[in-house]
């Protein structure tokens, strides 16, 4: 950024300011115009014009700030520049009222800027406040006075500070736009920083899924249909026999298998017998599954949306 010493009034400038303050004459602030022409050894109190000027400007406002201010405002810009040029003064016009125009002031740069042509698409503007103070009683007391100017840059880190969002429909990178550099944003949502279910997010945490496999514990509580399980098995039945001699290598099966029984002892014969019984084990015969439902395949996570070209920038 360029550093500006303060306006010089020229001889002509603070005579016609005098002749305005005395009533005699007006004044009309009319253009501002750039120069990149040499004033190391020029005295800027006796210049009549600048040295190889470049462009010029109309003044975009002029208020009135009390009895003895005026304030000016211009816009300097690239727009329209074939060629790029160090922009080493900027001079302030004025008319008197027969429409003559005077160099009233000029300010020189202690370290000029670039002034880029515009061939690469970007826009660079200044934007250069002028204050011109008056004394009255017929003393002229002028002092022309830089106020500030904002170059193109500093309006983007005003704007765009680092770190903030840029999004766009179909928008072109913000370095080309604005300058600065920009990290794109893709395929992601925004969600604001804070607390959500319990988590706290700062900004520029990043999380999230696209897709979620639900887990036994996300599960809701249901239940299945029986499906095709069943449970089969079989023993001969004959009425007036031993129960126990009708069990072979073919009954019982499935869930049924022989089981031993109680031990019996015969006081009369001295004769133990142990009796036989009939047991059930399901898990002997156990077919088919519960009925099958679901496909297997992660669960979305998209909400409705818009899609837009997002960026936030770095540095």
Same mark, same amino acid.
């Given at each position: 950024?360029?550093?500006?010493?303060?306006?010089?009034?020229?001889?002509?400038?603070?005579?016609?300011?005098?002749?305005?303050?005395?009533?005699?004459?007006?004044?009309?602030?009319?253009?501002?115009?750039?120069?990149?022409?040499?004033?190391?050894?020029?005295?800027?109190?006796?210049?009549?014009?600048?040295?190889?000027?470049?462009?010029?400007?109309?003044?975009?406002?002029?208020?009135?700030?009390?009895?003895?201010?005026?304030?000016?405002?211009?816009?300097?810009?690239?727009? $329209? &520049?074939?060629?790029?040029?160090?922009?080493?003064?900027?001079?302030?016009?004025?008319?008197?009222?027969?429409?003559?125009?005077?160099? =009233?002031?000029?300010?020189?740069?202690?370290?000029?800027?670039?002034?880029?042509?515009?061939?690469?698409?970007?826009?660079?503007?200044? &934007?250069?406040?002028?204050?011109?103070?008056?004394?009255?009683?017929?003393?002229?007391?002028?002092?022309?006075?830089?106020?500030?100017?904002?170059?193109?840059?500093?309006?983007?880190?005003?704007?765009?500070?680092?770190?903030?969002?840029?999004?766009?429909?179909?928008?072109?990178?913000?370095?080309? &736009?604005?300058?600065?550099? *920009?990290?794109?944003?893709?395929?992601?949502?925004?969600?604001?920083?804070?607390?959500?279910?319990?988590?706290?997010?700062?900004?520029?945490?990043?999380?999230?899924?696209?897709?979620? #496999?639900?887990?036994?514990?996300?599960?809701?509580?249901?239940?299945?249909?029986?499906?095709?399980?069943?449970?089969?098995?079989?023993?001969?039945?004959?009425?007036?026999?031993?129960?126990?001699?009708?069990?072979?290598?073919?009954?019982?099966?499935?869930?049924?298998?022989? =089981?031993?029984?109680?031990?019996?002892?015969?006081?009369?014969?001295?004769?133990?017998?142990?009796?036989?019984?009939? $047991?059930?084990?399901?898990?002997?015969? *156990?077919?088919?599954?519960?009925?099958?439902?679901? $496909?297997?395949? #992660?669960? #979305?996570?998209?909400? &409705?949306?818009?899609?837009?070209?997002? *960026?936030?920038?770095?540095?």
């Amino acid at each position: 950024m360029a550093t500006w010493n303060n306006y010089v009034a020229t001889a002509e400038g603070r005579a016609l300011l005098a002749r305005a303050i005395a009533g005699t004459d007006t004044i009309s602030i009319t253009r501002v115009r750039t120069s990149s022409g040499d004033y190391s050894k020029i005295e800027l109190a006796n210049l009549t014009e600048m040295l190889d000027k470049k462009q010029e400007f109309k003044v975009q406002s002029v208020n009135i700030i009390d009895d003895n201010t005026t304030k000016i405002e211009v816009n300097i810009t690239n727009v $329209g &520049l074939a060629e790029s040029y160090p922009m080493t003064a900027i001079g302030v016009y004025a008319e008197d009222s027969s429409g003559v125009e005077y160099l =009233l002031a000029i300010s020189t740069a202690v370290q000029p800027d670039i002034m880029p042509a515009m061939s690469d698409g970007t826009v660079k503007t200044i &934007l250069t406040k002028i204050y011109i103070t008056t004394a009255s009683a017929g003393v002229v007391n002028v002092t022309i006075d830089m106020d500030t100017y904002v170059t193109r840059g500093e309006c983007i880190d005003i704007s765009h500070p680092v770190g903030s969002l840029y999004m766009h429909i179909g928008g072109k990178d913000p370095a080309t &736009l604005f300058g600065g550099t *920009w990290k794109q944003i893709v395929g992601r949502y925004i969600m604001a920083s804070g607390t959500v279910n319990g988590k706290t997010y700062v900004a520029g945490d990043t999380g999230g899924e696209s897709t979620h #496999p639900i887990k036994r514990e996300e599960m809701p509580r249901h239940g299945h249909t029986r499906g095709s399980m069943n449970i089969t098995g079989g023993n001969i039945v004959m009425d007036d026999m031993t129960f126990g001699s009708y069990f072979n290598d073919t009954y019982p099966n499935g869930a049924f298998y022989k =089981l031993r029984g109680n031990v019996h002892y015969d006081a009369k014969s001295h004769e133990t017998d142990q009796g036989w019984a009939l $047991g059930f084990d399901a898990s002997r015969s *156990w077919t088919g599954t519960t009925s099958i439902e679901g $496909g297997s395949q #992660p669960m #979305p996570m998209l909400p &409705l949306f818009t899609a837009v070209d997002a *960026w936030y920038r770095i540095k």
